[in-house]
């Protein structure tokens, strides 16, 4: 099963910026609309990102995401001690949808 | 609001099969697309499958010889059913509604707050 890559991990300090990539191939994120998801500690994801870079209603303008070829991007500026969590890039990848490995965002 | 509950056991034997159903609440079920998610203890995020409140259903290949995907619109639910489980089965199992813009493409937005299944004798 295909599976998108991400870095296991990222951090900074408060107020940086983080960017967490995201690769896939051309078969999902080449021709698919990339989401970003985010899991707080011990809670659902929740909808972060969508059609490579809409933000749900609610979801502050800290968090951008953007799509080049096969791989997308997530961006955090101003970081923040609630935005400590797991992020999970997805796709469809014909009629399959696919995640990223996770990224786990620790701030210092 | 939209609000998602999922239900059904919490222990299920190896061999047997995992029953879960996701209540909805707030919406009617019969207006979108709905999915099945999992994630096996300290792992990522797996996609079942979804259904359509016609009985319409696409599922992961890996799963699908064991999976079937069934909605209920009278009762405004849909449920999961897996099959010859094994502790690979083993996973927080998340219900989530797909957002309309795309769907059934699209993205999940809305999420139940998951339930524990553990295969185990």
């Known amino acids: 099963q295909p599976a998108l890559t991400q870095p296991p991990s990222a951090s900074g300090t408060p107020g940086q910026r983080v960017t967490i990539s995201c690769s896939g191939s051309?078969?999902?994120?080449?021709?698919?609309?990339v989401y970003w998801y985010q899991q707080l500690p011990g809670t659902a994801p929740k909808l972060l990102i969508y059609?490579?870079?809409q933000r749900p209603s609610g979801v502050p303008d800290r968090f951008s995401g953007s799509k080049s070829g096969t791989s997308a991007s997530l961006a955090i500026s101003g970081l923040r001690s609630e935005d400590e969590a797991d992020y999970y890039c997805?796709?469809?990848?014909?009629?399959?949808?696919?995640f990223g490995t996770g990224t786990k965002v620790t701030v210092l | 609001q939209v609000q998602l509950q999922e239900s059904g056991p919490g222990l299920v034997k190896p061999s047997e099969t995992l029953s879960l159903t996701c209540t909805v609440s707030?919406?009617?079920?019969?207006?979108?697309?709905w999915t099945w998610i999992r994630q096996p203890p300290g792992k990522g995020l797996e996609w079942i499958g979804y259904?359509?409140?016609?009985?319409?259903?696409n599922y992961n290949p890996s799963l699908k010889s064991r999976l079937t995907i069934s909605v209920d619109t009278s009762n405004n639910h849909f449920s999961l059913k897996l099959s010859s489980v094994t502790a690979a089965d083993t996973a927080v199992y998340y219900c989530?509604?797909?957002?309309?813009?795309?769907?059934?493409?699209?993205?999940?937005?809305?999420w139940g707050q998951g339930t524990v299944v553990t295969v185990s004798s």
């Open positions: 989530a509604r797909v957002q309309p813009v795309a769907a059934p493409r699209g993205a999940f937005d809305i």
């Open positions: 707030g919406a009617s079920i019969s207006s979108y697309y």
């Open positions: 259904i359509y409140y016609t009985g319409s259903t």
């Open positions: 051309s078969s999902n994120i080449g021709s698919n609309y």
């Open positions: 059609r490579n870079n």
């Open positions: 997805a796709a469809w990848d014909d009629s399959l949808k696919v």
